[in-house]
Nanobody
C-alpha cells in the first residue's frame, strides 16, 4: 500500500500564491509501480476535477482552469510532488488531493487525505 501525505494548504488572498507538497510512503514495490503523481481538487457542490499530473519522465498535463497559473513538479528520488499555485482566484478554493497512479492505469490508484485551500480577502 501507498500513503500520500499532503501539506501546504491554507488561507490566501486573491492574487496570492501557495505551494502544496505531497510525499509518498509505504511499500517500496508499490511506490515503484506508481508512474504518475498529481493533484485533483473538489469544491463544495462540485465534482472532483484534475488540477495537474506529472509522470516520472517529467511529462505533465493541467486542467484548463489552472493552465498558466499552476506548475507541477516532482522529485523522483524522494517520491514527492509539488504544486506551485500563483495568481490564485476565489474559484480555486477547494480541497486539494494528492494522487498516485499505477503504470498503465487511467485514473489515480492512491489518494491523500486532502488539504484545504481557501482563496478569500
Amino acid at each position: 500500500q501507498v500513503q500520500l501525505v499532503e501539506s501546504g494548504g491554507g488561507l490566501v488572498q486573491p492574487g496570492g500564491s501557495l505551494r502544496l507538497s505531497c510525499a509518498a510512503a509505504g511499500v517500496i514495490l508499490s511506490i515503484g509501480l506508481m508512474d504518475t503523481m498529481g493533484w485533483y481538487r473538489q469544491a463544495p457542490g462540485k465534482e472532483r476535477e484534475l488540477v495537474a499530473e506529472i509522470n516520472r519522465r517529467g511529462l505533465s498535463r493541467y486542467g484548463d482552469s489552472v493552465t498558466g497559473r499552476f506548475t507541477i513538479s516532482q522529485n523522483n528520488a524522494k517520491n514527492a510532488a509539488y504544486l506551485q499555485m500563483n495568481s490564485l482566484k476565489p474559484e480555486d478554493t477547494a480541497v486539494y488531493y494528492c494522487t498516485g497512479t499505477i503504470r498503465g492505469k487511467d485514473y489515480p490508484t492512491y489518494w491523500g487525505q486532502g488539504t484545504q485551500v481557501t482563496v478569500s480577502s
